[in-house]
């Protein structure tokens, strides 16, 4: 008779909460909790920059102002997912969104989706420094697996995945319907067991040290990641 194999038990461990929705701050960033009447004339605006920010989005471009509060209006509503506006702390001005969503505190497992920033946040260390308290958020709080998954066409939302920090896990093939296109899924994931070198990693490159007179970057945030990621993304462009 073969042998029963089990996964490992977990001793003492707890369903973490879900997340407050507090506000997150660091040297660069700042994440409140959205707020149609507070954010969205700000992000509108940001966004309007450059339409390209929501081809893999389900939702989006909006005409108007208005279109877009009463989008952040409806997507506020609930509580799955849980929407941030990000502010640059360096220009003052709210410049993208990011949530939590697919909440299982009873799995341990918790999503970052629905990133979407304007080319004004774009590449810059607040948006990083965004994400690392989000993430930190979570593993502080108790969660095992934190995931990020995206359009399996998005690139550089794939480029972006592996540079933060998170192992590849393959593709879902016709997961979804995206504005009447097929949608073949990647998906990634960080874990707790990780999230010590990670958080060490994101600390080192956020320091004020890393980056040169001119804001160049001294040591890349992939190469600080690199040794901890369990699996690289092999459908990267070499």
Not at 44 to 65: E, K, T, V
Not at 70 to 81: E, F, K, L, Q, Y
Not at 164 to 191: H, M, P
């Amino acid at each position: 008779m073969a042998e029963k194999r089990f996964g490992v038990r977990l001793e003492g461990w707890t369903p973490p909460p879900r997340p407050p929705m507090g506000v997150l701050e660091g040297r660069y960033a700042r994440l409140v909790r959205l707020e149609a009447d507070a954010h969205a004339a700000d992000l509108h605006r940001a966004n309007s920059a450059d339409d390209a920010i929501w081809d893999y989005l389900p939702y989006g471009p909006f005409s108007s102002a208005a279109a877009y509060h009463r989008w952040v209006r409806s997507i506020t509503a609930g509580d799955d997912p849980l929407f941030y506006a990000i502010q640059n702390r360096e220009t003052g001005h709210f410049g993208g969104v990011a949530s939590y969503l697919r909440i299982t505190p009873e799995a341990g497992s918790i999503e970052v989706g629905h990133i979407n920033f304007a080319p004004e946040l774009q590449r810059s260390r607040a948006a990083t420094e965004a994400l690392f308290l989000m993430m930190e958020w979570a593993f502080e709080a108790g969660y095992r697996r934190y995931e990020w998954k995206c359009d399996a066409l998005n690139i550089p939302s794939r480029r972006a995945a592996q540079r933060l920090g998170f192992s590849y896990e393959g593709i879902f093939r016709q997961a979804a319907v995206v504005k009447g296109r097929n949608r073949d899924t990647a998906w990634f994931a960080c874990i707790d067991t990780e999230w010590p070198a990670l958080r060490e990693a994101y600390r080192a490159w956020l320091h004020p040290s890393n980056f040169d007179a001119k804001g160049g970057q001294r040591e890349s945030l992939s190469d600080l990641t690199r040794l901890v990621r369990v699996t690289s993304d092999p459908g990267l462009p070499r």
